[in-house]
Every structure is written in structure tokens, then in C-alpha cells.
């Protein structure tokens, strides 16, 4: 089993940034793709980002593009969300997901291991 730990959140003003980490643990059998998702009580949860196994591709939502930066430090099992220029629409519950199918396109939503998130309030 693989375990997805993320940290990282807060509360913030508009205009602030934030850094989340997302690190992993447990049966590391290989490389691993890693996605980062929000969610706001009562609504679908929404993809933020995604990278893949090297950091050499990357996605983002229209909504963060420009403003959040996802990255990854293989030799420690971490990726990260660099959140810039928040907004109050950005607060929500994020968390982080994996998956070792590294062959799938960024663009499948599909993640085996998540995290248990993190929250991220942005006062305007």
C-alpha cells in the first residue's frame, strides 16, 4: 500500500501564495504520475493539476493556469503545488493522488492512492 500525505495549507489573504507538499510512502514499487485536486463541500471535486513520472509534462486547469506551478522531487517521493496570486475562490480541500501507470496521459482522472488533503482558505 502507498500512503499520500500533503501539507502545506492554511489561511491566507487575497493575493497570497501557498506551498503544498504532497509526499509518499509505503510500497514505492517505480516512478508515479501525481495529480492535485480541490474540493468544496457540496460540490464535484475539481482537477487542479497534474505531472508526470520525470516532471517532463504537466497540466492545468484553465482556472489556476498561470498562477499555480506543480513540480516533483523524485529522490524524495514529493510533488508539490506552488499557489500564487490566491483567490477566495481557490479555498477548498486539496489533495493529492498517485498512480504508477505512468503510460496514461495526464488528462485521465484516473488515481489509485490519495491523500487525506489539505485545507486552503483564501480570505479576500
Known amino acids: 500500500q502507498v500512503q499520500l500525505v500533503e501539507s502545506g495549507g492554511g489561511l491566507v489573504q487575497a493575493g497570497d501564495s501557498l506551498r503544498l507538499s504532497c509526499t509518499a510512502s509505503?510500497?514505492?514499487?517505480?516512478?508515479?504520475?501525481v495529480g492535485w485536486f480541490r474540493q468544496v463541500p457540496g460540490k464535484a471535486q475539481e482537477f487542479v493539476s497534474a505531472i508526470n513520472w520525470n516532471g517532463g509534462d504537466t497540466l492545468y486547469a484553465d482556472s489556476v493556469k498561470g498562477r499555480f506551478t506543480i513540480s516533483r522531487d523524485n529522490a524524495k517521493n514529493s510533488a508539490f503545488l506552488q499557489m500564487n496570486n490566491l483567490k477566495p475562490e481557490d479555498t477548498a480541500a486539496y489533495y493529492c493522488?498517485?498512480?504508477?501507470?505512468?503510460?496514461?496521459?495526464?488528462?485521465?482522472?484516473?488515481?489509485?492512492?490519495w491523500g487525506q488533503g489539505t485545507q486552503v482558505t483564501v480570505s479576500s
Open positions: 493522488a498517485a498512480r504508477f501507470e505512468v503510460w496514461r496521459p495526464l488528462h485521465d482522472m484516473e488515481y489509485a492512492y
Open positions: 509505503g510500497r514505492i514499487h517505480g516512478t508515479f504520475a
